[in-house]
């Protein structure tokens, strides 16, 4: 089994930059495919960023392209998302999320079998 836990949300006004964290523990955390999503009030979860367990390799969709970057360091058991020129609509509860992968090269598309508590962001205008 894997825990993951999430921080670093906070209140932010449009335009300012984040960090979030998402810690992993319990298994091989290099084993696994991360990836990052965001569910508003009302509205259904979408993803924002996924990574392959080697790094090398994201995904993004368009509504955060050239925005978020996802990272991870497998020493420290650690994935992040750097959010850059947030904007109001990017306001969400942001959840980190695993799955097994075997090749290191791969980034997930689907599939997650595990998910972390979620860390709330919100963005004022």
């Known amino acids: 089994q894997v825990q993951l836990a999430e921080s670093g949300g906070g209140l932010v006004q449009a335009g300012d930059s984040l960090r979030l964290s998402c810690a992993a523990s319990?298994?091989?955390?290099?084993?696994?495919?991360m990836g990052w999503f965001r569910q508003a009030p009302g509205k259904e979860r979408e993803a924002v960023a996924a990574i392959s367990r080697d790094g090398l390799r994201t995904y993004y969709p368009d509504s955060v392209k050239g925005r978020f970057t996802i990272s991870r360091d497998n020493a420290k058991n650690t994935v992040y998302l750097q959010m850059n020129s947030l904007k109001p609509e990017d306001t969400a509860v942001y959840y980190c999320?695993?799955?097994?992968?075997?090749?290191?090269?791969?980034?997930?598309?689907?599939?997650?079998?595990?998910w972390g508590q979620g860390t709330q962001v919100t963005v004022s205008s």
């Open positions: 999320a695993a799955v097994r992968i075997v090749t290191e090269y791969t980034v997930p598309s689907g599939g997650y079998y595990y």
């Open positions: 319990g298994r091989t955390f290099s084993n696994y495919g």
